[in-house]
């Protein structure tokens, strides 16, 4: 059989790693599957998307679409063109989409209308409830037209059931995100920026922010960095800008002797700077994830998450976006009455293979 797996943006190229892996596992073991590896271009700086595949091993793409950036519309629609062309040219047995960015929705929309092959969604089923994200509508889209739900929570699970989806359609699974992290924890390493500053283990905050809603907005940006400086006692904050947010962070002026602003980090530098931090802050959906495994504090700048269990079993705490609830939070760091948090259930670094195992056992592959 040939798989497509798709993989447009940093979070994606983590969570296809693993299942990339599997697979040729099970190649060498005789199995008759193929896959192509194909790259959407949403995300194309070396620091965004180059330099995972070089720490992860990622083979290079079979295809890249060089979609691009650009609005909602032009990106699912350059993507979806790029795709269905590549369709047209050789069609593929499954779809294999992860997350929940745009790539993910417009290659499993594009795959299905090409004669109804069959999706496979890794991260299928969660759900913020917050429509103004852009991301939640990617997850219903896809979900709508998924036909193979690969879960990483029970409550995943649980949201596909209410939504009418059977059981022998939901495989659940665990946390690909997580396959990479066990995978690369001993070979997390110190960046520059360690000596650099000084820092010492448990004596700095990471920090990260690229949510529309913190980011596109210069007051918004700036009432939120300005008040995490200031609770923060001048321990060390690092803060490697995505660049969705560099141009307006620029733009605040925001400086600070502890502030430490640099390019986004690779994944071995920048994970080992959450395993070692004092707490994470941040508005991102994956590092709450790694947060909760590492056991490191993690202070969520949103409303809402579609990771209920980063919240329930792991050490993530949503602050909102209103400035005045991180002070609170850093007085609880602070104090060291901050939760401990467990490892949620099947987050235990065998995700991919039971995909695959799944996979061989859908498509009845043989060897
Ligand atoms: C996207 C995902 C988001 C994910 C994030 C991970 C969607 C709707 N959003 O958000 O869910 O959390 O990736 O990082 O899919 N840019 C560059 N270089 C790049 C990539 C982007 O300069 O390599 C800049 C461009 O100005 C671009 C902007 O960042 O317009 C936003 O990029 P885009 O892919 O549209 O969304 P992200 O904010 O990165
Ligand atoms: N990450 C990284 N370097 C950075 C910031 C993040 O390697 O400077 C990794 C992080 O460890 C996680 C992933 O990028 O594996 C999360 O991606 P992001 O926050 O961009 O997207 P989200 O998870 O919010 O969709």
Sequence with gaps: MLIDIIAGARPNFIKIAPIIDAIEQRRHQGAAMEYRLVHTGQHYDKKMSGDFFDQLGIPAPHHNLEAGSG??????????????????????????????????????????????????????????????????????????????????????NTNLRSAGVKDDRIFFVGNTMIDTL??????????????????????????TLHRPANV????????????????????????????????????TGIKAAN???????????????????????T??????????????PCMTLRDSTERPETCTTGTNELLGTDPNNIAPAFEKLFAGKWKQGGIPEMWDGKTAQRIVEHIVTIFGVHN
């Design 71 to 156: 609005t909602q519309a032009e990106q699912t629609g350059k993507i979806m063109v790029g795709y269905e062309r590549l369709l047209m040219e050789k069609a593929c047995d499954l779809c294999i989409v992860v997350g929940d960015v745009t790539s993910t929705m417009a290659c499993s929309i594009a795959a299905k209308k090409m004669n109804n092959i069959k999706v496979a969604h890794v991260e299928g089923g969660i759900r913020s409830g917050d429509m103004t994200m852009p991301e939640e509508i990617n997850r219903m889209v896809t979900d709508a037209i998924t036909d193979y739900f690969f879960t990483t929570s029970e409550v995943a």
């Design 182 to 207: 066990y995978k690369q924890m001993p070979r997390l390493q110190q960046p520059e920026i360690w000596a650099k500053c000084g820092l010492k283990a448990k004596e700095y905050i990471i920090m």
């Design 216 to 251: 596109d907005s210069k007051e918004k940006l700036n009432e939120l960095v300005t008040e995490i400086v200031r609770v923060s006692q001048g321990m060390p904050i690092i803060f490697p800008v995505h660049p969705r947010t560099m141009k307006m962070l620029e733009a």
């Design 259 to 281: 502030l430490h602003v640099t390019e986004p980090l690779g994944y071995l530098e920048f994970n080992y700077l959450v395993k070692h931090a004092k707490a994470v802050i």
């Design 283 to 296: 508005d991102s959906g994956g590092i709450t994830e790694e947060a909760t495994v590492m056991g490191v």
